[in-house]
């Protein structure tokens, strides 16, 4: 074994820690060009003038002759998914430069923004001027084409329900290169099967997003929980509190762990206030945890731009597989400002430097089980990955009238988003042939697997899962000529599709 080799899988944070003050350099680059953006107005150059760009690309497209189906340019390794996107080698690849934010409409109650923007971005925006989005997913990194395309889901989604349900009206560049504006009223089939499409229906060049008022503190209760019927009930009870406005849970093990509900406010009490985000702040799930070994319920006020950010610098808990000591309390007062490293550029150096076998282990996936099933699916994970800490979020499906095609099933059950991050202590453990036990199980159960991550469904099964919402998406996928133009959603999301 050489000493690079011995180093990359003994003390990967030797290599990772360089991308640490890249990622400063980085941020500090797009916050310059954020701020002059905001100086000069949303554009420098007109979001028109963009939006012909797009059309310009794919009328050359047609006129070369279609060869070969289209997708985004944007490289795999900037993309927060750990998909490998090999298919864009295949494709015509389409440039969408669009970085801004379009226009606040107070009083609709509006941001109209384009696809590029980073949720962080446009949480600064909108929170400087004192609104937020219903729903904010928690990686800064996550761009809204890939929350509207690939789905997004946050602690306010029992409430608010997934990602585009607060989508008003797309801005699509559609296969033959015409610009068209989709909402719930001129083109209720179409708006319906844009979000999950993952591209596949024509290219997003702006979204009207909700806005609600901001409230500048959560108050949080912290609720550690010892037995699995314990979990199941406070969850259960949280949920269902139409007085609750966040709702998640940190499961420690199968039958411990702490589950919290918030109420957005605009007052604290100062002797309960916890500045999450500071930069010598530890890690929010291990802040959770003390909770559960203090075995004591706790109220806590959380400024909830910190609270927004909260999982950003513990990637959730991914980041003791990155840099071991970044939670040390050394580490983060002489160093806590600069974390966490761009998400993109570690995923970069790990693919190239890391064997494959050593991240045979590694699961990262998401599945969404009905809440009435919580108990059994959770005792199912436990059995298949033992992977510790999950992350417990619970969605419900707010379809509006005539809109049914917005959910991916025709049921209306809540669904609790599990999300399995980290490396499984099973030895033997044999991760595509879990993975697919794990879909088997959930196509079952009537539940679904996280099309973000990597998937080992196969075609019939792909279909099986996601019969009720396919028949809209294949509709208008003839409809709107696309066929030729862009590959089937399952092409671009399973690893048998893509292969
Ligand atoms: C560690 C980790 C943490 C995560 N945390 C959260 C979380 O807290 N909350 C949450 O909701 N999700 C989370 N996710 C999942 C995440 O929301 C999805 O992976 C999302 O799709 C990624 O967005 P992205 O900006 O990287 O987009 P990409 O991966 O670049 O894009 C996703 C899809 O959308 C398509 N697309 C993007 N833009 C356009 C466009 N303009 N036109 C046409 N098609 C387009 C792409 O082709 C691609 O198929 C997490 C994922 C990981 C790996």
Redesign the pocket.
């Known amino acids: 074994m050489s000493v690079i080799t011995y180093l990359v899988q003994n003390h990967f944070w030797i290599f990772a820690i360089w991308v640490v003050p890249m990622s400063v350099i980085y941020d500090l680059f797009y916050l310059a060009y954020t701020r002059v953006a905001y100086i000069f107005g949303p554009t420098f150059v007109k979001h028109e003038e963009k939006v012909k760009n797009v059309q310009k690309q794919v009328r050359q497209w047609m006129e070369e002759g279609s060869k070969t189906p289209m997708?985004?340019a944007?490289p795999c390794w900037?993309?927060?998914?750990?998909?490998t996107?090999n298919y864009k080698n295949r494709m015509h690849k389409v440039q969408?430069n669009?970085p801004d934010i379009i226009h606040l409409d107070e009083e609709k109650r509006l941001v109209r923004v384009e696809?590029?923007v980073?949720i962080g971005q446009l949480n600064d925006f909108l929170i400087s001027r004192g609104w937020t989005l219903p729903v904010v997913?928690?990686?800064d990194?996550?761009?809204?084409?890939?929350?509207?395309?690939?789905?997004?889901?946050?602690s306010t989604s029992h409430k608010y329900g997934l990602?585009q349900y607060i989508c008003k009206a797309f801005e699509m560049i559609t296969a033959d290169g015409s610009v068209v504006w989709t909402d719930k009223d001129n083109d209720p089939e179409y708006f319906c099967a844009i979000p999950f499409?993952?591209?596949t229906l024509?290219?997003?060049?702006a979204v009207d997003l909700d806005i609600v008022p901001y409230k500048p503190y959560i108050k949080l209760t912290y609720e550690p929980v010892y037995s699995l019927d314990e979990v199941v009930a406070e969850f259960t009870r949280v949920t269902n509190d139409p007085t609750v406005e966040s709702v998640e849970g940190i499961m420690f093990n199968l039958n411990e762990g702490v589950i919290m509900n918030g109420v957005f406010t605009d007052e604290c009490e100062p002797d309960k206030l916890n500045y999450l985000a500071k930069w010598y702040s530890p890690w929010f799930y291990k802040h959770v945890e003390t909770y559960l070994t203090k075995r004591q319920s706790g109220v806590e006020y959380i400024p909830t731009i910190d609270f927004y950010h909260r999982?950003n610098k513990a990637?959730?808990w991914?980041m003791p597989y990155i840099i071991p000591f970044a939670n040390n309390v050394v580490f983060r007062y002489l160093f806590g400002w600069s974390m966490p490293p761009k998400?993109s550029l570690l995923k970069w150096l790990r693919k190239n430097l890391v064997p494959k076998e050593q991240n045979e282990n590694f699961v990262?996936q998401?599945f969404g089980y009905e809440l009435e099933k919580l108990q059994d699916s959770l005792k199912f994970v436990d059995e298949q990955t033992k992977v510790y800490p999950i992350w417990l979020c619970p969605t419900r499906h707010c379809v509006p009238e005539g809109l049914e095609y917005l959910n991916l099933f025709k049921r209306e059950a809540v669904h609790v988003d599990v999300?399995i991050?980290g490396f499984s202590p099973i030895k033997g453990f044999k991760p595509e042939a879990t993975q697919k036990r794990m879909e088997r199980h959930a196509i079952d159960t009537g539940c679904y697997v996280?099309l973000?991550?990597e998937t080992q469904l196969t075609r019939s099964d792909f279909d099986e899962m996601f019969e009720f919402n396919l028949r809209n998406y294949d509709k208008i996928r003839k409809r709107m000529n696309c066929e030729k133009a862009f590959p089937h959603v399952y092409e671009?999301?399973s690893k048998l599709g893509r292969s």
């Open positions: 997708c985004t944007r900037k993309s927060i998914s750990l998909q996107m969408i669009m696809p590029m980073s997913p928690e990686l990194d996550l761009t809204i084409g890939g929350l509207v395309m690939g789905g997004g889901i946050e990602f499409s993952y591209g024509g290219f997003l060049t999982q990637f959730f991914l998400f990262c998401d999300g991050y996280a973000y991550a671009k999301i």
